[in-house]
């Protein structure tokens, strides 16, 4: 994003984030944190691992361990595979330059220290208005396109109605067939343990 479009996604003054890129050493106070915290959090999985990159090259081993020596945690997603009877929840992303979209299962970034299962149920229900509870763990792998270390869980649809609770990083939500879903996702994109768990046909 340009300057001026980040501000506005943040809700700060352009001025403010001027001053980042004048001054990239400068630690922001805790409220301010706090709001980038929350955007990295909200972001899709392509731009957090497009910044992953960005920062990497600057990372050497030393830099990646902590002051108690511990190593730094990847950058891990938890993905939800929410289930109701026939259908499963599907989310359309918008793509990064305001063009073009993508239909994906809800996901979110993965903190140091919570649990994946937390993330899958909190981010479907901050994206879709949807309640869900996991069933079971499908596995994980590295993502095919992000990188990004991706944990997959099935979940169960409990309650709510399901609709775009995020406007600026989706298009649409919608309930989708099972045997439908490979007409949203292509089947060589879909982690196998899905498909099995679906009973979809590749």
Not at 123 to 133: D, I, K, P
Request: charged content about 25%.
């Amino acid at each position: 994003m340009s300057n001026e479009a980040f501000a506005r996604h943040l809700g700060v003054a352009v001025r403010t984030v001027a001053s980042w890129h004048a001054k990239p050493d400068v630690k922001p106070r805790q409220e301010m944190q706090d709001l980038l915290d929350t955007a990295f959090d909200r972001a899709s999985s392509s731009a957090k691992a497009r910044f992953k990159r960005l920062i990497e090259p600057e990372t050497d081993e030393a830099a990646r361990s902590d002051a108690s020596g511990e190593q730094a945690q990847a950058l891990r997603v938890a993905i939800a595979v929410v289930v109701d009877g026939s259908q499963v929840l599907m989310v359309c992303r918008r793509g990064e330059d305001g063009g073009g979209i993508s239909w994906q299962f809800p996901a979110g970034m993965v903190k140091p220290g919570v649990a994946p299962e937390a993330v899958a149920i909190r981010e479907t229900l901050a994206e879709t208005g949807v309640h869900c509870a996991i069933v079971c763990k499908l596995g994980s792998r590295l993502h095919p396109i992000t990188h990004v270390q991706a944990e997959y869980l099935l979940c169960e649809y409990l309650t709510g109605e399901a609709r775009n609770m995020d406007v600026l990083e989706n298009v649409n939500v919608a309930w989708v067939e099972k045997a439908e879903l490979t007409r949203f996702i292509p089947a060589d994109r879909i982690f196998p343990p899905i498909l099995e768990a679906l009973e979809v046909s590749e």
